[in-house]
Nanobody, 124 residues
């Protein structure tokens, strides 16, 4: 049973933009903090951004601050990642994750629910 589904990945040139979406089941989304992580081949899964249940608190990894924006629409059980000024080093598989309790964390081990990922490739 797939409960987190990412979309919006693709191939983009450096300097371009993409918007990722994650649709979640109500069972996971309700009351949960949501996060985005990414993993490049042969590397660890890294924190990208996280948002509290109310949307009032957001956190970003150092490498994406000022370029990426996380947001959510609780009426649609969805979370988004707006990515601007993309760089080749942003190339990775991007994962959506859910954390019941509403408090966003940067540690991937704090998130019990994960999507299958969507690939983002940035060409130079």
């Amino acid at each position: 049973q797939v409960e987190l589904v990412e979309s919006g990945g693709g191939l983009v040139q450096a300097g371009g933009s993409l918007r990722l979406s994650c649709a979640a089941s109500g069972r996971i989304f309700g009351g949960s903090a949501m996060g985005w992580f990414r993993q490049a081949p042969g590397k660890e899964r890294d924190f990208v951004a996280a948002i509290s249940w109310t949307g009032g608190r957001t956190y970003y990894g150092d490498s994406v601050k000022g370029r990426f924006t996380i947001s959510r629409d609780n009426a649609k059980n969805s979370v988004y990642l707006e990515m601007n000024s993309l760089k080749p080093e942003d190339t990775a598989n991007y994962y959506c994750a859910g954390r019941p309790g509403g408090v966003p964390k940067q540690d991937k081990d704090e998130y019990p629910y994960w999507g299958q990922g969507t690939q983002v490739t940035v060409s130079s």
